[in-house]
């Protein structure tokens, strides 16, 4: 079981708005910033959400993360067939002599 | 921009060593900018981190692997690598090797990946 924790699972259909959560904790979302991972099916993994809430070049603004205390989220507007597709957020954990976590994945179905 | 490439071995027997390499083009290995790591992902589950490599020599591994996990970087063939001692059939995974210009956790680019599978 991961430590940060993510629904396994969720579903939108087109054009809907649709948000997965990672919950952490004080020692890793609550002192480090988030960052959010797509990975589509037999793909490498993709950055889409780093810092929290910022995109990188090339990922539309139908995506956007949040972070609020110990949680994280991420939110695609818009939802589009191509944003099926696994979902990861990672963060730096620092106990112990630290380390980078992930969180356990959410499988996103598009109806 | 960067491009990542894995190579090594897809069949490694149980106790033996895994080595991989991963090969670096479109911006410089000993760049400050860049750190390098390695992540895997057993078939049908999630992401685990292995650890990470500065452009110093710099060494950050997971806890959990610590003990088995060896991260280096070749300057001279713009490549770094990975070995990973007395694998068993838990190992198996595709590994990707990536690279880190941000914050911890902040991957901006990756491998394609490549499966190793531990089996006698």
């Known amino acids: 079981q991961s430590v940060l924790t993510q629904p396994p699972s969720a579903s939108g259909t087109p054009g809907q708005r649709v948000t997965i959560s990672c919950s952490g904790s004080?020692?890793?979302?609550?002192?480090?910033?988030v960052n959010w991972y797509q990975q589509l099916p037999g793909t490498a993994p993709r950055l889409v959400i780093y810092?929290?809430?910022q995109r990188p070049s090339g990922v539309p603004d139908r995506f956007s993360g949040s972070k609020s205390g110990t949680s994280a989220s991420l939110a695609i507007s818009g939802l589009q067939s191509e944003d099926e597709a696994d979902y990861y957020c990672?963060?730096?954990?620092?106990?112990?002599?630290?380390?980078?976590?992930f969180g356990g994945g959410t499988k996103l179905t598009v109806l | 921009q960067l491009q990542l490439q894995e190579s090594g071995p897809g069949l490694v027997k149980p106790s033996e060593t895994l080595s991989l390499t991963c090969s670096v083009s479109?911006?410089?290995?000993?760049?400050?900018?860049?750190?390098w790591g390695w992540i895997r992902q057993p078939p049908g589950k999630g992401l685990e981190w292995i650890g990470t490599?500065?452009?110093?020599?710099?060494?950050y591994y997971n806890p959990s692997l610590k003990s088995r996990v060896t991260i280096s970087v070749d300057t001279s063939k713009t490549q770094f690598s990975l070995k990973l001692t007395s694998v068993t059939a838990a190992d198996t995974a595709v590994y990707y090797c990536?690279?880190?210009?941000?914050?911890?956790?902040?991957?901006?680019?990756w491998g394609q990946g490549t499966l190793v599978t531990v089996s006698s």
């Open positions: 990536a690279s880190r210009s941000g914050s911890l956790t902040q991957f901006d680019y």
């Open positions: 479109g911006g410089s290995i000993s760049s400050s900018r860049y750190y």
């Open positions: 490599i500065s452009y110093s020599g710099t060494t």
């Open positions: 004080s020692s890793n979302i609550g002192s480090n910033t």
């Open positions: 810092s929290n809430n």
């Open positions: 990672a963060a730096w954990d620092d106990s112990l002599i630290g380390r980078v976590l």
